[in-house]
């Protein structure tokens, strides 16, 4: 199976792609990009949250056949070429970042949330972080994250 | 989460609240878990496992699978090179079943394939001929006499009874006597980042896996041992890890993968999917625990019996160190000078159960908190009265004979903890969405509970307990540059930000190069028992003293000054002449020490269960608000308080991190983990059905740490990792208690035993 994609901007082609490969699958085995992490593979954990033409999906639970022609942003395509997003800052400064594994899932949901809803209330990131787990923080040092950025963002 | 300890900067040194030295990468989306990783020809490897629970195995005929084009090799029981079995204490569990399979989940042959499902493939076509058994699957059945045996020894894997005070103590009269039976299910660990390693082998005719551990050597010796392979050949190096939690002190894929690489000659990757991961790890031991409690009309405790039947599963794993735990902790942190306890872990067809955070504490710790409200509640004492007339001094006694020693804070802990203001959020603010639809506001109850928990901190009973680090000192145009080699495990607790923090307060460093964990240096042990902080923070902190006083003397000869005549600066070596360049001193030649760092000494309990087997011990009190849904049998929690004694907080960002996220584990054994088993078989492998708490289960914590400093630690150190967990199920449990009148003698609290209660309680 050949699958065309825009890949985190960049038109992007994989040959051979196994029938029945999921798009996490074609993200990590076909294309190298292993910054989408694989724990469930029920769509439950939200370790491979992407963006499928600016929508939240988990990836394990999209069809690889489906991304074809499709816009797919990744963790490896939020951050600026160099240095971190004011997100992933606030990330690392609240401590909210133990082992990292749900840590990809939860930036690419996080930033889709501030940039629907700009100033969150701590339910409403509370509700848009409750498809992705986190086994080490225990999600208030990620919630004071978000808040943190959100605030400074309209401060500025 | 909010925390009243202040935050200092002291230049990234020990007491600096520090940001994950990882976090850069991992923020990215580029640090390389151990599932990440990718070489080159690699082969791709599979375990079959068993689907029954206990069954003799007839045959295995592999070779189905190696007709199928692509599968490259298929290994049985019978090509394992060396010792058959492994195992952290007793080497009881086969690398691959050969006659016999004790539990669901056991692997019996292993595949390579050129790709992950065509291995798979190969995994489904294997034949085996089994006859299956009755699955023993009861603790208590298991260790009866007429039971068949697991296990050439019998069942009972472990047994200790303690008896601490004179018989004559025990007596009834005039004495409150409350008795409980209590259980808690089985908890998985459930970390995120799946097993995974990569193996390849060496030219000396060895091999070497990068693999996510938490203990490099144990896992080497474990290796070297089936594969015959001297220790010296087989080479570990820490790749990723994805959460640990103790799920990864036991083998998963190390010798399965080494063996295929070894017989294939090829680099060989093994990953686990989700439900391989639920049966390929220990968990958490589930229990029935019994308890007797007696005090004078004043409330002190007269004495305690207990009995602590512990489900090992099918093998050994480390069931013996956690029945000691569980013997040790059995009556909690007070003061009590009589007890009784049995301690039992026993051997059945479940899987198998070992470390889990907490680790034979967080058992005892539900049992005997509810033991102390009952108490409370018999005699019209407040839950905190009560724990304050029984907190134990450092001069009292734990059942084990071992004195509590400093710093004994359980007191202090209770009531600094108390003086937080119960949180002002109205009655079912927390049942929002669903629950909010479907709740009643006249069904609504809030409730507060406490519970004070504690734990040994390192290994015990006479483990030769160390930990090593090697530190070298190089020196360019920026200063010196230290280079710290351990193989402690970073598992996500931050532990290589400690290291850089220790490495700059003992030495005045432009930069802190940290060696990737591997089997190059000496033994580390676990990143477990709350132990790696202090034990190779202390290797590290002593290997760091040793270089420093090795450039001194190179600065004193080339100088000619006496060694107090030294300062060493950022930016240089200061003489009573001139400041003096680090590069300079140094020279070509780096600056190395290795240093060894052992706590305290232990012992192992005599045979009246009495002995000082611990070297130290944590503590933590939790205070939990609930509002329950008394008709439908929903529990919203609405505020976890806490207060902690760190000893000191090496890392203020880690210390809290720890705290939170050890909380929330204690939260998910409260009310929703569990692995459901019936018969042996699990039913909720899958993170679908094994529910962990979301960002909507977990409150705002309220924090406080203390920091009384241990006296005999490094830095004034305590564990921090463990606390968190062992009270917090027990005050949630204690909270429902109070909002609903429940017994709740069981946790995971379900919803459908609150409703049943309720119901049982109004029926004539």
């Known amino acids: ?156 | 989460m909010t925390v009243t300890t202040e935050t200092r900067e002291v230049g990234g040194q020990v007491g600096a609240a520090r940001r994950h030295r990882d976090g850069v990468p991992k923020v990215a989306g580029e640090f390389a878990f151990a599932s990440d990783l990718h070489r080159d020809g690699a082969l791709f490897g599979a375990t079959l496992r068993s689907s029954l629970a206990s069954a003799l195995i007839r045959r295995v005929d592999v070779g189905p699978a190696l007709r199928i084009p692509g599968v490259r090799c298929a290994l049985t029981h019978m090509d394992v090179p060396g010792r058959s079995t492994y195992g952290l204490e007793i080497p009881d569990q086969p690398v691959l079943a050969a006659d016999r399979i004790r539990y669901q989940g056991e692997p019996v042959a292993i595949v390579a394939a050129d790709t992950p499902a065509l291995a798979r493939r190969g995994v489904a076509a294997i034949a085996v001929d089994c006859e299956p058994l009755p699955a023993l699957t009861d603790a208590e059945a298991a260790i009866l006499p007429s039971a068949p045996p697991l296990h050439p020894d019998g069942n009972v894997l472990r047994r200790i009874e303690v008896r601490h005070g004179p018989d004559a103590w025990l007596e009834r009269s005039d004495l409150v006597v409350v008795e409980g039976s209590y259980e808690l299910g089985m908890q998985d660990q459930a970390f995120l980042g799946p097993e995974a390693g990569i193996a390849e082998p060496t030219p000396d005719g060895g091999v070497r896996l990068d693999v996510a551990t938490q203990w490099l050597h144990v896992d080497r010796a474990q290796m070297a041992s089936s594969l015959a392979l001297p220790e010296e050949k087989v080479h570990l190096s820490l790749a990723g890890v994805g959460g640990a939690f103790g799920g990864r002190e036991d083998l998963s894929v190390q010798i399965h993968a080494a063996m295929l690489a070894l017989r294939t000659g090829r680099p060989i990757k093994m990953t686990y999917g989700r439900e391989e991961s639920f049966l390929g790890h220990v968990h958490r031991h589930p229990a029935r625990l019994h308890y007797v409690h007696a005090t004078d009309h004043e409330g002190r405790l007269r004495w305690v019996r207990a009995r602590i039947v512990l489900d090992g599963g099918a093998y050994a794993s480390s069931s013996r160190a956690v029945c000691l735990n569980a013997a040790s902790t059995a009556v909690g942190p007070y003061r009590c000078p009589a007890a009784r306890v049995e301690a039992i872990v026993a051997y059945t067809n479940n899987p198998p159960c070992g470390a889990m955070r907490g680790f034979g504490a967080v058992q005892t710790c539900f049992a005997y908190e509810a033991q102390m409200d009952k108490l409370a509640g018999a005699l019209g004492l407040s839950p905190v009265e009560l724990r304050l007339r029984n907190a134990a001094d450092e001069q009292d006694e734990l059942p084990t004979g071992q004195r509590f020693g400093r710093p004994a804070p359980a007191a202090r802990l209770l009531t600094r903890l108390s003086q937080h203001p119960l949180p002002d959020m109205p009655l079912g603010s927390t049942f929002s969405g669903e629950a909010a639809a479907a709740s009643q506001p006249g069904d609504l109850r809030r409730g507060v509970g406490w519970a004070v928990g504690f734990k040994n901190v390192g290994f015990s009973a006479g483990f030769n307990e160390h930990s090593t680090a090697r530190v070298r000192l190089d020196a360019d145009d920026s200063g010196l540059i230290a280079t710290v080699h351990t193989a402690a495990c970073e598992v996500g607790q931050g532990l290589v930000t400690v290291q850089e923090q220790i490495a700059r307060t003992e030495l005045p460093v432009a930069a802190v190069h940290l060696h990737t964990a591997d089997t190059g240096v000496g033994n580390a042990g676990s990143s477990s028992a709350s132990r790696q902080t202090w034990v190779t923070g202390g290797a590290v902190r002593d290997a760091c003293r040793a270089v420093r006083r090795e450039l001194v003397r190179s600065v004193c000869e080339l100088a000619g000054c006496a060694e107090d005549d030294v300062t060493l600066d950022l930016d240089g070596a200061r003489t009573p002449e001139s400041t003096i360049p680090y590069a300079e001193v140094i020279g070509g030649r780096p600056v190395e020490a290795t240093r060894v760092f052992r706590p305290p000494r232990t012992e192992a309990l005599d045979d009246d269960g009495q002995g000082d087997a611990h070297f130290a011990f944590a503590y933590a009190a939790h205070r939990a608000v609930v509002d329950v849904d008394a008709e439908l049998g929903i529990v919203r929690l609405v505020e976890i308080a806490t207060t902690q004694d760190v000893g000191r907080a090496v890392n203020p960002l880690g210390v809290e991190g720890q705290i939170a996220g050890g909380i929330a584990q204690g939260i998910g054994l409260a009310l929703m983990e569990e692995l459901v088993l019936e018969d042996g078989q699990l039913r909720n492998g899958s993170f679908t059905d094994y529910l962990l708490p979301t960002s909507l289960d977990v409150p705002r914590i309220r924090a406080e740490v203390l920091e009384l400093g241990h006296p005999e630690s490094p830095y004034g150190l305590n564990g921090v990792g463990e606390p968190p967990t062992i009270a917090s199920t027990a005050a949630i449990a204690a909270a429902v208690r109070d909002a609903t009148g429940a017994s709740v003698a069981r946790v995971p609290i379900r919803p459908e035993d609150l409703v049943a209660e309720r119901e049982h309680s109004w029926s004539p």
Do not use: W
């Not at chain 1, 960049?10 to 990590?28: C, G, I």
């Not at chain 1, 990836?59 to 990744?74: E, I």
């Not at chain 1, 086994?135 to 309209?154: F, H, K, M, N, P």
């Open chain 1, 1 to 156: 199976m050949r699958i065309s994609l825009t890949l985190n901007g960049r038109a992007t082609t994989a040959s051979e792609v196994d029938p029945n490969a999921s798009l996490l699958d074609l993200l990590r085995d076909d294309l190298g990009q292993v910054g989408s992490k694989d724990a469930c593979r029920q769509g439950e954990c939200g370790s491979c949250t992407v963006l499928l033409d600016g929508r939240l999906a988990c990836a394990c639970l999209v069809h690889a056949a489906q991304a074809d022609g499709r816009s797919v942003l990744t963790i490896e395509g939020l951050g600026p070429s160099e240095g971190l997003t004011d997100l992933q800052q606030a990330l690392l400064d609240r401590g909210a970042v133990q082992c990292g594994f749900c840590t990809p899932g939860i930036v690419v949901a996080t930033l889709h949330l501030l940039e629907r809803t700009p100033r969150p209330t701590e339910a409403e990131v509370r509700a848009a972080l409750s498809g992705n787990l986190c086994r080490c923080t225990g999600y208030q040092s990620i919630v004071d994250a978000v808040l943190d950025v959100a605030a400074e963002r309209s401060d500025s």
